[in-house]
Every structure is written in C-alpha cells, then in structure tokens.
T-cell receptor
Framework: TQLLEQSPQFLSIQEGENLTVYCNSSSVFSSLQWYRQEPGEGPVLLVTVVTGGEVKKLKRLTFQFGDARKDSSLHITAAQPGDTGLYLCAGAAGAGSYQLTFGKGTKLSVIP | SAVISQKPSRDICQRGTSLTIQCQVDSQVTMMFWYRQQPGQSLTLIATANQGSEATYESGFVIDKFPISRPNLTFSTLTVSNMSPEDSSIYLC?????????????FGPGTRLLVL
C-alpha cells in the first residue's frame, strides 16, 4: 500500500509570508498532483508533475518533484488571503493503474 | 478540463434511509471515481465505475452499502444505503483526464450529506 505523508497538517501565516508544504513517501509515483480545496467545493487541480526533478511554477506557487519521484513540495511566495484552503497532494502509481493515493492535506490559513 | 456537476449539492437525511447522488460530466470519459471525504479528512476512494461493467470497490466498501450505476460515458450514480450518522461526509465524483495521460483527475463540487 502506498502512503503519502503530508506536512505540516495545519499552517497559519500572515499575509506576505512564504511557506512550503511537503509530501513524502517511501514509494515511487509515476506522477504527482497538487490540489486546492476551498470550503464547500471539490478539489481543484493546481498542477501535475511527472519527471523526477521537475519544477513547475504557477504565478506565486512553485512545485517540485523529487529526483527519485518519491516526494514533492509546494512553495508559496508572498501568501495572500486568497491562498487559504486545504492543499492536497496525490500520487499516481502508474503501470496502468488510474488510482490516486491522497495525502491527509495541509490546511492553510493566510491572515490579512 | 472536464466540467462535472453533482446532485444534490447537500442533503440532510434520516437514519435508515437511502440517498442517490448523481454525477454528470460534459464529455465522455471511460473511468469515473467516487470518493468519500469525512469531516476534516482527506479523500478515500470508494469505487471505480466503468461503463458497461460492475464497479470495482476498495477495501472496506461493499456494493450492498454503496451501489453504483454507470449507464453511459457521461453519467454515474452512487447510492448510500441504510444510512447511519457515520455516513455523514462529503461524497465526490471525479473523472480521469485523458489529455493528461489519465493519471490526473478532475473533481465535482461534492455532495454534503448529514445523517441524523
């Protein structure tokens, strides 16, 4: 069974601060997705990383996939109140399996 | 990306009753997934629904409790049967992203269920 450990579980920061969320596993994933979920909504896909060592940027968000494809990080620069939400990482095992393994999530609150 | 809608968006139900949740996609997809998200928790896969075949259930979930239909490539239903308060959760459907190689999923807005 593949597991994804996500940290921190909760994060409360002031507007303008930087933060990093981590997603770690002992298993190799063929790809890893990051989602953001706001209260009352379903998860919304932010990015998919596929290649070991890959770095993707989405405005103030930077996503990195570890060289061994076992871990990933999400870095937010100059956080804004609109970044508040639950951030979920999810790994795909590949090899014909379409199932995703989800981390427990990081609940981020950005205080104005 | 696919546009996914779910009905109902929320419901309050009595213990022992059943609720059927609908999931509609704006494009044809092979695989649809049903998840449960308990309060404050992450997502747990209930089952995978393929058109033309029986759904595949994950460990801890059974067809008698969560029967699923998949009559065509754009629609699926999940029924929560004989409900108890422990079934209070958000139920989410998702679909594979074929353009992304199938490993990425897009989610519906969820159905918030409260069982009294």
């Amino acid at each position: 069974t593949q597991l994804l450990e996500q940290s921190p579980q909760f994060l409360s920061i002031q507007e303008g601060e930087n933060l990093t969320v981590y997603c770690n596993s002992s298993s190799v994933f063929s790809s890893l997705q990051w989602y953001r979920q706001e209260p009352g909504e379903g998860p919304v896909l932010l990015v998919t990383v596929v290649t070991g060592g890959e770095v993707k940027k989405l405005k103030r968000l930077t996503f990195q996939f570890g060289d061994a494809r076992k871990d990933s990080s999400l870095h937010i620069t100059a956080a804004q109140p609109g970044d508040t939400g639950l951030y979920l990482c999810a790994g795909a095992a590949g090899a014909g399996s379409y199932q995703l393994t989800f981390g427990k999530g990081t609940k981020l609150s950005v205080i104005p | 990306s696919a546009v996914i809608s779910q009905k109902p968006s929320r419901d309050i139900c009595q213990r022992g009753t059943s609720l059927t949740i609908q999931c509609q996609v704006d494009s044809q997809v092979t695989m649809m997934f049903w998840y449960r998200q308990q309060p404050g928790q992450s997502l747990t896969l209930i089952a995978t629904a393929n058109q033309g075949s029986e759904a595949t259930y994950e460990s801890g979930f059974v067809i008698d409790k969560f029967p699923i239909s998949r009559p065509n490539l754009t629609f699926s239903t999940l029924t929560v049967s004989n409900m108890s308060p422990e079934d209070s959760s958000i139920y989410l459907c998702s679909v594979e992203d074929l353009a992304g190689g199938g490993e990425t999923q897009y989610f519906g807005p969820g159905t918030r269920l409260l069982v009294l």
